[in-house]
């Protein structure tokens, strides 16, 4: 509906309009400034321009109204066109995105890449809930996009789990052992211990096999990893191996040599990122030969773009953003642009209970655990909550509310007008063909109550999901997607708790109004991941 009238403003003006909504909803539906961008070139006073413009607009069948106040037009749609956009999505039971033409892209989307060490934390749990969020958004919008989670399988802290089991193991067993500073620490690491000796055998903490424990264990933290991810309602379309991507670490090395990125000092091998944006430069391998954790992102990184996606999208944790000018720069020494990457940093989150700081996870060692959470407040809690905020800020929020059963609590009350509707729909005498067969504008020429105003205002903001969707995909926002769906439930109450639906005689428009709120409310749930109750 909103592509549909700014291309109309747009034909008319001959340039491309912009259109906004006026703060006072009395002035219409729209307004447009496009007076005021055509004056310049026509060396005339908006208002004149505004004038003849709304002249050529009255004309049209897709408004009831055009005005212009100071050089604004605005405008207020025709029940036709509500009729017309609403029919055919309550027909299709889908209100289709209105993207404008041409903007489809392909885009690699790659998020929480947590390194398989230990439990998915809370931290982790933002940035997954945002990366599966944004996948639905953007493939509402028409785009395609692929999800990815790199797997850090190599390295130095794939050894250091395999030491910090095999010494939890000699533990196990009796021995006294003493851990140092970087070894991990947590009971899931002493689980791994039991189930690597009930696997192996004592054998394998007496012979001091690393690689194999190493293995065993990162093996069962990406199963679990995996597991909470799918509580969660998050799939991922590939796992990349770190380990099997450091095959080509001698190609992606000459490639870089190739572009002048890399030099050699002290016995190391440094990437010249310093002079592509970088505060200094960086090393990527060691005077002891060993690539650096920066050389395994640029072997993935050449690895992304090699595939020719449009656009890549990487969300990382806020204490990444320094690291962002350093793989920028690797990319442009593979000679891809590194304008194609958008990185996306998601804030750290800390939870109250009551009023006081969460309990932290014995199991984890110190960590508030993602399961954890989810069995407290469940899924749809936590991805509404995380989603509800810019994920660049800082999030703080209290568990508690979200299991209270009343408006505090946004999803219930989303779920709760929802669930009205459903209420509605089961308890009226007409069937869904004859609510799809009501006319708004038939209706509205024969009755003026405010019941059918409200429902027709109902309509129209059911309908601009599409545009709130497209919004919060430009400015990667789903709290706008959350915003939206918790306005549309509050006129949606006020709208029932108003009006008399049942049994009156605008029965039919009214229940037709309410089937297309809750198909907003469904498919803007949807995009949030949350699943839509039709009954609470």
Same mark, same amino acid.
């Given at each position: 509906?909103?592509e549909?009238?700014?291309?109309?403003?747009?034909?008319?003006?001959c340039?491309?309009?912009?259109l906004e909504r006026p !703060?006072?909803?009395?002035?219409?539906?729209f307004?447009?400034?496009?007076?005021?961008t055509l004056a310049k070139?026509?060396?005339?006073?908006?208002?004149?321009?505004?004038s003849d413009?709304?002249k050529?607009l009255?004309r049209?069948?897709?408004?009831a109204k055009?005005?212009q106040v100071?050089?604004?037009?605005?405008?207020?749609?025709?029940?036709s066109l509500?009729?017309?956009f609403?029919?055919?999505?309550?027909?299709?039971?889908?209100?289709e995105s209105s993207a404008?033409?041409?903007i489809?892209?392909s885009?690699?989307?790659?998020?929480?890449?947590?390194?398989?060490t230990?439990? @998915?934390?809370?931290?982790?749990?933002r940035?997954?809930?945002l990366?599966d969020? @944004?996948?639905?958004?953007?493939?509402y919008l028409?785009?395609?996009?692929?999800?990815?989670y790199y797997?850090?399988?190599?390295?130095?802290?794939?050894?250091k789990?395999?030491?910090?089991?095999?010494?939890?193991?000699?533990?196990?067993?009796?021995?006294?052992v003493?851990?140092d500073d970087?070894c991990?620490k947590?009971e899931?690491?002493? &689980?791994?211990?039991k189930?690597?000796?009930?696997?192996?055998?004592?054998?394998i903490?007496?012979?001091?096999?690393?690689p194999t @424990?190493?293995?065993?264990? !990162? %093996?069962l933290?990406?199963?679990?990893i995996k597991d909470?991810?799918a509580?969660c309602?998050?799939?991922?379309?590939k796992y990349?191996?770190?380990?099997?991507l450091?095959?080509r670490?001698?190609s992606?090395?000459?490639?870089?040599?190739?572009h002048q990125?890399?030099?050699e000092q +002290?016995?190391?091998?440094?990437?010249?990122?310093s002079?592509?944006g +970088?505060?200094? %430069?960086?090393?990527?391998?060691?005077?002891?030969?060993?690539?650096?954790?920066?050389?395994?992102?640029?072997?993935?990184?050449?690895d992304?773009?090699s595939r %020719?996606?449009?656009?890549y999208?990487?969300i990382?944790g806020?204490?990444?953003?320094?690291?962002i000018a350093?793989v920028?720069a690797?990319?442009e020494y593979?000679?891809?642009?590194?304008?194609?990457?958008?990185v996306?940093?998601?804030?750290?989150?800390?939870?109250l209970? &009551?009023?006081?700081?969460? !309990?932290?996870?014995k199991?984890?060692?110190n960590?508030i655990?993602m399961?954890d959470?989810?069995?407290?407040?469940?899924?749809?809690?936590l991805r509404?909550?995380f989603?509800? !905020?810019?994920?660049d800020?800082?999030l703080?929020?209290d568990?508690?509310?979200?299991?209270?059963?009343?408006s505090?609590n946004p999803?219930?009350y989303?779920n709760?007008?929802?669930?009205?509707i459903? /209420?509605?729909?089961?308890k009226s005498?007409l069937?869904?063909?004859?609510?799809?067969?009501?006319d708004?504008?038939?209706?509205?020429?024969?009755?003026s109550?405010?019941?059918l105003?409200a429902a027709?205002?109902?309509?129209?903001?059911?309908l601009?999901?599409p545009?709130v969707?497209q919004?919060a995909?430009e400015e990667?926002?789903?709290?706008k997607?959350?915003e939206?769906?918790?306005s549309?439930?509050?006129?949606?109450?006020?709208?029932?708790?108003?009006?008399?639906i049942?049994?009156?005689?605008?029965?039919?428009p009214?229940?037709?109004?309410?089937m297309?709120?809750?198909?907003?409310l /469904?498919?803007?749930l949807?995009l949030?991941?949350?699943?839509?109750?039709?009954?609470?």
């Open positions: 509906m909103y549909h009238i700014k291309s109309i403003i747009s034909q008319v003006a340039c491309d309009a912009v !703060k006072n909803r009395e002035f219409g539906h307004a447009t400034p496009v007076a005021f070139a026509k060396k005339l006073p908006p208002e004149t321009i505004a413009l709304c050529q009255e049209h069948s897709a408004f055009v005005a100071k050089g604004y037009i605005n405008l207020t749609l025709a029940d509500l009729e017309q609403a029919s055919s999505a309550l027909v299709k039971q889908h209100i404008p033409l041409g489809s892209e885009i690699l989307l790659e998020y929480v890449s947590a390194n398989p230990g439990p @998915l934390h809370i931290g982790h749990a940035g997954a809930v990366g969020s @944004l996948q639905r958004l953007g493939s028409g785009h395609s996009i692929s999800s990815e797997v850090n399988d190599a390295g130095a802290q794939i050894g789990l395999g030491r910090s089991i095999y010494l939890a193991g000699r533990e196990i067993l009796g021995d006294s003493e851990y970087e991990y947590g899931y690491i002493i &689980d791994i211990a189930s690597a000796i009930a696997r192996f055998g004592q054998e903490m007496v012979k001091e096999q690393i @424990l190493s293995d065993f264990g !990162k %093996d933290m990406l199963k679990e909470n991810l509580a309602g998050i799939h991922f379309d990349v191996s770190e380990r099997e450091f095959t670490w001698d992606t090395l000459e490639r870089l040599k190739a990125g890399v030099y +002290d016995s190391k091998l440094w990437l010249a990122s002079t592509k +970088d505060e200094k %430069d960086r090393v990527i391998v060691r005077d002891d030969g060993e690539p650096t954790y920066l050389a395994g992102d640029i072997i993935y990184h050449s992304k773009f %020719d996606f449009s656009r999208i990487n990382w806020a204490d990444h953003h320094g690291y350093r920028k690797s990319i593979l000679g891809y642009d590194s304008s194609r990457l958008q996306l940093l998601a804030q750290m989150v800390s939870l209970k &009551d009023g006081k700081p969460y !309990k932290m996870s199991r984890a060692g960590f655990l399961r959470v989810l069995a407290d407040i469940g899924s749809d809690a509404f909550v989603l509800s !905020k810019k994920p800020t800082h703080e929020f568990v508690a509310t979200l299991s209270k059963q009343d505090s999803v219930f989303i709760y007008a929802n669930a009205r459903h /209420t509605l729909l089961k005498t069937d869904s063909s004859a609510i799809l067969q009501a708004f504008a038939s209706f509205s020429k024969m009755d109550s405010e019941a105003v027709r205002e109902l309509v129209f903001e059911a601009l999901l545009r969707a919004m995909w990667k926002s789903l709290q997607v959350c939206y769906a918790k549309l439930a509050g006129d949606f109450h006020a709208f029932y708790n108003a009006h008399k049942l049994e009156s005689t605008l029965q039919a009214l229940l037709k109004a309410s297309l709120v809750s198909l907003a /469904t498919q803007a949807d949030l991941g949350i699943e839509a109750k039709t009954q609470m």
